[in-house]
């Protein structure tokens, strides 16, 4: 189940979300996509995402998690064909929007499933592989552009991307129809959920709701500027540019080792200690980059791809002790759009930085701040976990 459903991450985030950004050179010699146009699909993207993150955190009670999976990747499926034959910047942009859309509606489902059907005492690792998913796209982006591209052109990278789309939605028929066999059914409760306004004051007024959706927030504050940035203030630093490309094949690999590892670790000796862990990880990576961008950068890619592929599982695992299937989707929705609006914060103050001193090096200051705070609300979650838990929330 986790690996199916880890394969749907790499269609909805791996190629929906990063393909065309590794594709976009490419394709720009027969189609004229200015920087414009690129900042505006940045944008709309971003938006359509938050979009989606809040579809399931207000409606995600009302929809059948199962059907809304299949619908994801076939959408997606059908879209990343489309893009090898598109010619319109204007037709890019919003088959991009729609497949990012898709994508948080994806991995909302994936929650809601491997929560009701994992077993209790795998489920961190379940998510947490299936949240690596991401990682592993973005190594497959990089064999579809050294293997597809050069036999099939830019186009034939889509083409790549879709059938492995199709054969991904069959494995996931097959897959939901083992789980909803009636055996399987039967030992499942009734799933709680929670109305729009319940949610938000569940969000504001329960500890575990709360501390998952200011750690995401904390979490896009940090990780956004970092990758955006990167490469930009390491050519401010004249680093060579393949120190960039090596940082990000660190956290390509290191993401997909943790997935597994952090979610196991999760499940064994508990989440606070996984995200001691991951956070731990990222803050010494940022600290020792802060103190010597030239050497420990590869370390801070390496604590970067430790601390943001598994998050997101580690977080739903938690939470998911707490409440039901449907009510751990709809405030991982939530978590998930205060992840956003922490990412376009940490980006307009990452501008603001440029604009008015000319330098990033306070940026990344200001991101081994926030890492730090993120390692202390482990510490924190950690010595308070023994208190009793809040109160199961039940359906409306």
């Known amino acids: 189940m986790a690996i199916t459903f880890g394969?749907?991450?790499?269609?909805?985030?791996?190629?929906?979300?990063?393909?065309?950004?590794?594709?976009?050179?490419?394709?720009?010699?027969?189609?004229?996509?200015s920087h414009w146009y690129l900042a505006t699909i940045g944008a709309a993207t971003q938006l359509a995402y938050l979009a989606g993150a809040m579809v399931l955190g207000l409606l995600g009670h009302r929809l059948d998690s199962a059907r809304l999976l299949l619908l994801s990747g076939t959408i997606t499926s059908v879209l990343l064909l489309s893009m090898a034959f598109l010619q319109s910047p204007l037709a890019i942009l919003v088959v991009l929007v729609l497949m990012a859309a898709s994508a948080a509606i994806c991995w909302g489902?994936?929650?809601?499933?491997?929560?009701?059907?994992?077993?209790?005492?795998?489920?961190?690792?379940?998510?947490?592989?299936?949240?690596?998913?991401?990682?592993?796209?973005?190594?497959?982006?990089?064999?579809?552009?050294?293997?597809?591209?050069?036999m099939m052109g830019w186009r034939g990278g889509w083409i790549a991307a879709a059938v492995m789309g199709a054969l991904?939605?069959?494995?996931?028929?097959?897959?939901?129809?083992?789980?909803?066999?009636?055996?399987?059914?039967?030992?499942?409760?009734?799933?709680?959920?929670?109305?729009?306004?319940?949610?938000?004051?569940?969000?504001?007024?329960?500890?575990?709701?709360?501390?998952?959706?200011?750690?995401?927030?904390?979490?896009?504050f940090a990780t956004m500027p970092f990758s955006t940035w990167l490469n930009t203030y390491?050519?401010?630093?004249?680093?060579?540019?393949?120190?960039?490309?090596?940082?990000?094949?660190?956290?390509?690999?290191?993401?997909?080792?943790?997935?597994?590892?952090?979610?196991?670790?999760?499940?064994?000796?508990?989440?606070?200690?996984?995200?001691?862990?991951?956070?731990?990880?990222?803050?010494?990576?940022?600290?020792?980059?802060?103190?010597?961008?030239a050497k420990f950068v590869l370390?801070?890619?390496?604590?970067?791809?430790?601390?943001?592929?598994?998050?997101?599982?580690?977080?739903?695992?938690?939470?998911?002790?707490?409440?039901?299937s449907k009510a751990t989707m709809q405030i991982n929705g939530i978590g998930m759009v205060t992840f956003g609006l922490g990412g376009a914060?940490?980006?307009?103050?990452a501008g603001a930085i440029q604009e008015a001193t000319g330098s990033l090096g306070d940026l990344y200051g200001l991101i081994g701040f926030a890492s730090v705070i993120l390692t202390l609300l482990a510490v924190y979650i950690h010595w308070t976990e023994r208190q009793p838990s809040e109160p199961f929330v039940e359906a409306v």
């Open 168 to 220: 991904t939605v069959v494995a996931t028929v097959l897959i939901l129809k083992r789980l909803r066999k009636p055996q399987a059914q039967a030992a499942q409760e009734i799933v709680p959920a929670m109305g729009a306004k319940q949610l938000l004051r569940t969000i504001f007024k329960e500890r575990t709701a709360f501390l998952s959706s200011l750690i995401l927030f904390l979490v896009g």
């Open 109 to 150: 489902g994936i929650v809601e499933l491997i929560t009701r059907y994992g077993h209790p005492s795998q489920r961190a690792t379940s998510l947490s592989t299936a949240a690596s998913g991401t990682a592993w796209g973005y190594g497959l982006n990089g064999l579809i552009i050294l293997l597809v591209v050069p």
């Open 299 to 324: 370390v801070a890619g390496f604590g970067y791809g430790l601390m943001y592929f598994p998050i997101w599982g580690i977080l739903a695992g938690w939470v998911s002790k707490h409440y039901g």
């Open 7 to 33: 394969f749907n991450q790499i269609i909805s985030h791996g190629f929906g979300l990063f393909l065309f950004a590794a594709l976009v050179p490419l394709m720009q010699a027969d189609i004229d996509i």
């Open 345 to 349: 914060l940490g980006n307009m103050i």
């Open 234 to 293: 390491l050519a401010e630093l004249n680093l060579p540019a393949a120190l960039g490309g090596y940082t990000w094949s660190i956290i390509g690999l290191s993401g997909m080792a943790a997935g597994f590892l952090a979610g196991k670790l999760a499940d064994r000796k508990g989440s606070s200690i996984a995200l001691l862990f991951i956070f731990g990880g990222f803050a010494l990576g940022i600290v020792a980059f802060i103190y010597d961008p």
